[in-house]
């Protein structure tokens, strides 16, 4: 009876993601050789991801979304992260991790955290299927959100920005969105919330606020947010690694002993 219990069951790994076999690999019920010359890489990352192939407008949604997120220069934790870790001489694959290692509650955060809002607040409504979203809803729902978040002294997750007043990623996803009339009712909220809380509070919408939105009406779990998010930013971030590795000293100073100021006698937040 004991051995049993260590004895390994050769199928016990479950996956409907891809199948191998002899010279054929099938993802999605798809033959990868046949959608190597057929498909655009976002359209991959959709089937992955969802299951299934999105539709030509689909696709080029979810296009400029990963486009929107690829980088946003020196400035992110993850981004100095990446190359500081690269400074040191590491691989480009200990500092990538360690940048997606940065990703958390305060950094990159804000996409499942407003997925999870918007959908709950689509969902409480009944909303999701329904061909004809009533504009009144729409706008008491965005007041809902207001006076739950920005009346209370908390920040609505996906709004605002530490360098931009007009996030332009944000700014042209949702132009893109209108002028190709697909405006679902998570779109309509996010629309909605942004010009109650601009009016009252000269806030608006970051782009994981629009994103958050756009893979809603995408039907995107909130938990697929992040990685989205690193598909996304992962060119980026390599892009930095490597250009830290070309174009600076190995090990360099991110700072200096002047840059630094020591408190002495602190601990644990006393002085």
Do not use: W
């Not at 009876?1 to 390994?8: A, G, L, P, T």
């Not at 996803?173 to 010009?195: F, T």
């Not at 000293?249 to 700072?255: D, S």
């Amino acid at each position: 009876m004991q051995e049993n219990n260590f004895k390994v069951n050769p199928k016990s790994l479950k996956t409907a993601v891809t199948r191998v076999e002899k010279d054929k690999v099938v993802t999605r019920g798809y033959n990868q050789r046949d959608l190597i010359d057929k498909i655009r890489f976002s359209d991959m990352v959709f089937l992955i991801l969802k299951g299934r192939l999105p539709s030509v407008r689909e696709g080029k949604i979810f296009n400029h979304v990963l486009v929107s997120f690829c980088d946003h220069g020196v400035t992110p934790p993850s981004t100095q992260t990446a190359r500081l870790i690269t400074s040191s001489g590491s691989p480009i694959n200990s500092a990538v991790s360690g940048a997606l290692l940065s990703f958390g509650n305060k950094h990159a955060g804000a996409i499942e955290k407003a997925m999870e809002l918007f959908q709950s607040k689509i969902s409480s409504a009944h909303l999701i299927d329904d061909p004809v979203i009533d504009n009144k809803q729409i706008a008491s729902l965005a007041i809902e959100i207001y006076n739950e978040y920005i009346v209370k002294g908390r920040k609505v997750p996906g709004f605002g920005h530490r360098y931009h007043e007009v996030d332009p990623r944000a700014d042209k996803l949702m132009e893109i969105i209108v002028n190709q009339g697909y405006v679902g009712p998570h779109v309509k909220l996010v629309l909605a919330l942004q010009d109650l809380v601009y009016k009252k509070k000269q806030i608006r919408l970051n782009v994981d606020g629009a994103n958050a939105a756009i893979l809603s009406d995408l039907g995107f779990d909130p938990e697929l947010g992040l990685g989205v998010f690193m598909i996304g930013r992962l060119p980026g971030l390599i892009a930095h690694c490597h250009e830290e590795r070309m174009d600076e000293k190995e090990f360099r100073r991110f700072c200096d002993l002047d840059d630094v100021e020591y408190v002495v006698g602190r601990y644990n937040g006393i002085y």
